[in-house]
Nanobody, 117 residues
């Protein structure tokens, strides 16, 4: 079982950047697909990005061209680089580990991202 802890959230101005980190502990990290979802108040959880155990990436429409997901298997960490942030990116961002984006085995506790001037 993989345990996940996110960090890197905060307050940023529109157009700014943030890098989220998700540190994993336990076994199995390198064999898991990893990714991020987000949830804004009053809205459903939304897929943001995923990276497979083989390094293949995919992004939700809102993230394409602005966000980049990466992973470091030696550090057991997955990253989400977010550029050109918009107020509509404001949400709690959750890291996950699983067999796919729809078969999630572990969730992190979430990290808040607020984009505001």
């Amino acid at each position: 079982q993989v345990q996940l802890v996110e960090s890197g959230g905060g307050l940023v101005q529109p157009g700014g950047s943030l890098r989220l980190s998700c540190a994993a502990s336990g076994s199995g990290f390198s064999s898991r697909d990893m990714g991020w979802y987000r949830q804004a108040p009053g809205k459903q959880r939304e897929f943001v990005a995923t990276i497979t155990s083989g390094g293949i990436t995919d992004y939700g429409d809102s993230a394409k061209g602005r966000f980049t997901i990466s992973r470091d298997n030696d550090r057991k960490t997955v990253y989400l680089q977010m550029n050109s942030l918009k107020p509509e990116d404001t949400a709690t961002y959750y890291c996950y580990a699983g067999l796919s984006r729809s078969i999630v085995l572990s969730w992190g506790q979430g990290t808040q991202v607020t984009v505001s001037s």
